[in-house]
T-cell receptor, first 115, second 112 residues
């Protein structure tokens, strides 16, 4: 059973650098989500794709953030000119589509540390 | 913005005891989900309960939903050390019901 995989698991970078994370969802899932989680908090929604279309973006997703899902399979999340406040766990999740809400399956996240 | 709020923030119990966590939310929903997160890992889906359901069971888990009070509870019976984790309730971000809004979670510690 292949779950949601995220790469890398950990990323340490200097302030001002660009970083890119990758998410591979469960293969039959057409919905893909990105969340950000800081210590002691629940995940906060960033953006959502259905197939290759980015249908929702949170106000948290500043213009330094961009996400893509070019062929409706894997997705990338890029942060440009990283800031200290970007330090967090970035979680990817996927789910089946349909009219009703479906359980979301999460990867183990990418932990980003900004020096 | 936060939709769900879990209570208590932290809970410490002995193995074999029951653990009850509560979640309150603000707006009308069509479903509510509970997730578990072990330290340093992603979230694992536990139960989804729809607004027309009042109670749902899965193994040692029992979830209730009271839409009139805008609240839900998660009961873990006969807890085990392996149940030590953070537990989150989540509600749909909007009517489309796709992305979720999570509370801050309840941290459960089960000691043997």
């Amino acid at each position: 059973d292949t779950g949601v995989s995220q790469d890398p698991r950990h990323k340490i970078t200097k302030r001002g650098q660009n970083v890119t994370f990758r998410c591979d969802p469960i293969s039959e899932h057409n919905r893909l989500y990105w969340y950000r989680q800081t210590l002691g908090q629940g995940p906060e929604f960033l953006t959502y794709f259905q197939n290759e279309a980015q249908l929702e973006k949170s106000r948290l997703l500043s213009n330094r953030f961009s996400a893509e899902r070019p062929k409706g399979s894997f997705s990338t999340l890029e942060i440009q000119r990283t800031e200290q406040g970007d330090s967090a766990m970035y979680l990817c999740a996927s789910s089946l589509g349909g009219a009703k809400s479906q359980p979301q399956h999460f990867g183990d996240g990418t932990r980003l540390s900004i020096l | 913005s936060q939709q769900g709020e879990e209570d208590p923030q932290a809970l410490s119990i002995q193995e074999g005891e029951n653990a009850t966590m509560n979640c309150s939310y603000k707006t009308s929903i069509n479903n509510l989900q509970w997730y578990r997160q072990n330290s340093g890992r992603g979230l694992v889906h536990l139960i989804l309960i729809r607004s027309n359901e009042r109670e749902k069971h899965s193994g040692r888990l029992r979830v209730t939903l009271d839409t009139s009070k805008k609240s839900s509870s998660l009961l873990i019976t006969a807890s085990r050390a392996a149940d030590t984790a953070s537990y989150f309730c989540a509600t749909p971000r909007n009517q489309a019901g796709t992305a979720l809004i999570f509370g801050k979670g309840t941290t459960l510690s089960v000691s043997s």
